[in-house]
């Protein structure tokens, strides 16, 4: 069932080693959680270089962003459109949506796995048997799913929608009128703008300050470890991930039809 | 200049607007909803009892008493619902619409447009919630489709962001946090689950609540910050975010510079930081800017520290409005120890 779901690989960064071939037919390129990470004008330049040289399709990530961020993705979206890229766009801001269609920049829409609202808390794998049916079913699912948000997403120009691979298992309505596609292995937990990371670097830091970005979180990453959670939570740069490997085996039945592979710790 | 204040029962509702409360907002759960659902997966950001009120009837009699001093009152409903849950929150929509609240605090899409599309809640404005997670000027033009009267800015933006995005949006009335909570991850993109010690440790949670010991000690810590020390008895009971993590660090540095990531990051996720923060030293700048709206974070407090939250809040921004800059700074910070009988602690959003 797997060779009939598209397989993508997923990139922060221009890789050092590309492979020269590569079992996946999409690359996933840019960043989704750190206005301060987005790829600028030459390593998208390179990596849609990098996707025809290897007849591989390209969609580019966005963050959150503030005002400043909103700047910089425009210099890479108005270069997207004069090179003519008509590919996918993954929007995790809705302030990100409206420019595009304000803009009437002809890229294909795919909302976020940052705007789907799944939630992800894994303290709740520890209590599952103390918790009703009914919630459990509720935090398998996202609110994208309900009709009228699916009709809603359709007048936005939204083609897509992400989602993360749950560890309580994902629930979709069997004949769901929106694609989705699942990112593994990390699941994105939650992420701040007063970036721990760079807070660690400091020599005296102010908790609820946002401080300028030096790019920390290219030389370090953290375990947590609590007796409440299963496994590892991992935080890299302002943002925490949970790991977990295990697809769903009906991801067809799910109406997931693209799985999207994170090979490193996707900030 | 309006004061949006936190509520959890009709019998504070006097004293809040005596104290200078222009509007209110709360949450319920109701039995059904919890029994379905729990308190982890309530219907609104606050997933503790305490924070919420239990049923309409008292949602109703907040109202009558709000309504007779001409003060709004909005119902919280700033979670995501999924599609079981559909035909529930409508209900619950229907039930507040009953009760007579103003409007609704939302984040969901869906329930946005449905408030706009009804013809019943015509009389029901819209304030887009936090969790809308609205940081930039083209997200406030988004928001804008579903006529909402006003929106919620995220607690992370800072003072010029803020400034940036009203200068941006002169026709759309915005309202900002400036007292207590301060998550350290933005509510939004948040999917940590609150609320579990709650549900699984009932009895012992009754017991705190229900004395106030929890309360009781956070307002010890205020007026007397060593208490902070006594948090770590406290640890890995509720939130994700403030858990007593083993910390495993990954790094390419010198062994000096270890040691100080190491000490940072302990730091970091310490609820010794957990002292509630404030921007009132902003408001200042923020009614400079156009914000209409300063909004109180804290429905589970008790009504004697929300009562001085509001009278804090209300002389600052009484002293913004006719001073200068640096006079109100010193003044604010006079005003916060008169008024809650400990110095301020400076610890502060976006400062």
Redesign the interface.
């Known amino acids: 069932m797997l060779s009939e779901i598209e397989k993508a690989i997923y990139y922060n960064n221009l890789p050092k080693d590309f492979p020269r071939c590569l079992d996946e037919t999409r690359i996933y390129f840019g960043n989704e959680f750190c206005e301060h990470l987005i790829p600028g004008i030459n390593e998208t330049s390179q990596m849609i270089k990098l996707c025809k040289e290897r007849n591989i399709k390209l969609s580019y990530l966005t963050p959150?962003?503030?005002?400043?961020?909103?700047k910089r993705l425009l210099v890479v979206f108005e270069f997207l459109n004069s090179l003519g890229f008509k590919g996918e766009v993954i929007v995790n801001?809705?302030?990100?949506?409206?420019?595009i269609r304000?803009k009437k920049y002809d890229f294909k829409l795919v909302l976020g796995r940052?705007l789907n609202?799944?939630?992800?808390?894994p303290?709740?794998a520890n209590?599952l048997n103390?918790?009703?049916a009914?919630?459990i079913?509720?935090?398998s699912?996202?609110?994208l799913?309900?009709e009228?948000?699916i009709l809603?997403l359709s007048e936005l120009g939204i083609e897509r929608i992400e989602l993360d691979n749950l560890p309580l298992g994902i629930?979709r309505?069997s004949m769901s009128k929106i694609k989705a596609s699942i990112y593994y292995p990390f699941v994105?937990?939650?992420?701040?703008?007063?970036c721990?990371t760079n807070?660690?670097?400091?020599?005296n830091?102010?908790?609820?300050?946002?401080e300028d970005c030096k790019a920390e979180c290219r030389?370090?990453?953290?375990?947590?470890?609590?007796?409440?959670?299963p496994g590892?939570?991992i935080l890299k740069g302002n943002t925490?991930f949970l790991y977990w490997d295990k697809l769903p085996s009906n991801l067809g039945e799910l109406g997931i039809d693209r799985i999207v592979f994170q090979p490193e710790i996707p900030i | 200049m309006k004061i949006l204040a936190p509520t959890n029962s009709a019998n504070e509702v006097s004293s809040l607007i005596s104290a200078g409360a222009d509007e209110l907002y709360c949450g319920v759960i109701t039995k059904s909803w919890r029994e379905k659902y729990t308190n982890i997966g309530s219907p609104n950001r606050r997933e503790w009892s305490s924070a919420n009120l239990g049923d309409y009837r008292e949602l109703k009699k907040i109202v009558n008493i709000a309504h007779e001093s001409g003060v709004s009152v909005w119902m919280t409903l700033n979670a995501f619902y999924t599609r079981n849950q559909e035909e529930i929150i409508k209900q619950e929509i229907q039930n507040a619409h009953d009760a007579g609240v103003d409007g609704f605090i939302v984040a969901d899409l869906g329930i946005m447009d449905y408030l706009k599309s009804r013809e019943e809640f015509k009389k029901q404005k819209l304030i887009v919630s936090t969790c809308a997670t609205s940081f930039n000027s083209w997200s406030i033009e988004f928001y804008k489709r579903f006529s909402p009267f006003r929106i919620t800015l995220p607690r992370q933006l800072t003072l010029e962001e803020i400034r940036n995005i009203k200068a941006n949006h002169s026709d759309m009335d915005l309202e900002v946090f400036v007292l207590n909570s301060g998550c350290k991850n933005i509510d939004g993109f948040c999917t940590f689950h609150h609320g579990v010690s709650e549900h699984t440790l009932p009895f012992l949670w009754n017991i705190l609540k229900k004395a106030n010991l929890d309360l009781k000690i956070l307002e010890k810590q205020r007026k007397y910050p060593f208490l902070l020390g006594l948090n770590k008895l406290i640890k890995g009971v509720d939130s994700a975010c403030i858990l007593d993590y083993k910390i495993e660090i990954q790094a390419d540095v010198e062994e000096k510079q270890l040691s100080k990531i190491k000490s940072n990051i302990r730091k970091y996720f310490s609820l010794d930081t957990g002292i509630d923060p404030c921007r009132v030293c902003e408001v200042f700048e923020l009614i400079k800017s156009g914000i209409e709206v300063f909004k109180i974070v804290g429905r589970n407090y008790q009504t004697v520290k929300k009562v001085k939250d509001i009278k804090f809040l209300k002389a600052a921004i009484e002293l913004a409005q006719d001073s200068t800059y640096e006079g109100y700074e010193t003044t604010v910070r006079e005003l916060f120890k008169e008024i809650y009988n400990y110095p301020c602690a400076e610890i502060c959003y976006q400062r």
């Open positions: 959150y962003v503030t005002d400043l961020g909103i801001d809705f302030g990100v949506l409206e420019l304000n940052l609202r799944q939630k992800r808390g303290r709740l209590i103390k918790l009703p009914d919630l079913e509720h935090f699912s996202t609110y799913d309900r009228e948000v809603l629930g309505p994105y937990i939650s992420t701040t703008r007063l721990p807070k660690a670097f400091r020599q830091f102010r908790l609820r300050l946002i030389i370090c990453n953290f375990k947590l470890r609590h007796k409440s959670i590892d939570l925490y």
